[in-house]
């Protein structure tokens, strides 16, 4: 398990003309439509990091691992001082370098190795801010990942045309004000869904 910079590398091979892009999803929530073949996402709420002409790359929010925060800063050799944490469970946060952590956090901070969500939202990599979440406690809305989901040029563009996700502007109650089991029906309350009819929706918004 390593906690190292951001790069661009591991976004899945895709192999398909690079679909004109003209929405950048940033920001966003991705909700898996009921059709998703991959095991991965089946029935997952992703947050969109980060999308521009060279891909994309998410986090899943809502597929807690079988361990908590306190499990992983003992496998990492950090001290957690600040106890009420230790009980939040760890994501899986997508398949692409499952033994790599993420942070997804607000506000943005000051930490080694940062990709600038929006607004005061950061995605860190560096184990800088969790010793300082071990430490003092800050920042204080977070969520732990191991992994991420990568989209090679185009490709997330091709899936919204299949219909394999719907979107959704993100809410960040959402990601640091709920619960893992509550985020996805969260969301599809904001397109004014209920997850118990996702599967009569089609399209994206």
């Not at 951001?6 to 976004?11: E, F, S, T």
């Not at 003209?22 to 966003?28: A, G, L, R």
């Not at 998410?58 to 496998?75: H, Q, S, W, Y």
């Not at 956090?105 to 929006?118: E, F, S």
């Amino acid at each position: 398990m390593t906690w190292a910079g951001l790069d661009a590398g591991g976004c899945a091979d895709y192999n398909a003309d690079v679909v004109h892009q003209d929405v950048n999803f940033t920001h966003h929530f991705l909700i898996a439509m009921p059709a998703m073949v991959d095991p991965n996402f089946a029935r997952t709420l992703t947050y969109i990091c980060e999308h521009n002409e060279q891909g994309a790359l998410g986090i899943v929010i809502n597929r807690p691992l079988d361990m908590t925060v306190e499990a992983l800063f003992e496998r990492i050799d950090i001290p957690l001082e600040v106890k009420h944490f230790g009980a939040l469970p760890v994501m899986f946060g997508g398949p692409v370098q499952t033994d790599r952590g993420f942070v997804l956090h607000r506000p943005v901070g000051q930490w080694q190795a940062t990709l600038p969500v929006k607004d005061e939202l950061g995605l860190t990599s560096s184990r800088d801010i969790l010793q300082a979440v071990g430490s003092a406690g800050k920042p204080d809305e977070f969520i732990v990942s191991l992994g991420y989901a990568g989209w090679a040029a185009g490709q997330l563009e091709h899936e919204l045309a299949q219909n394999a996700w719907l979107t959704v502007a993100a809410d960040a109650q959402i990601l640091f004000g709920l619960p893992p089991e509550e985020r996805l029906p969260a969301a599809m309350q904001l397109l004014g869904f209920d997850l118990a009819n996702l599967s009569d929706v089609a399209g994206h918004a």
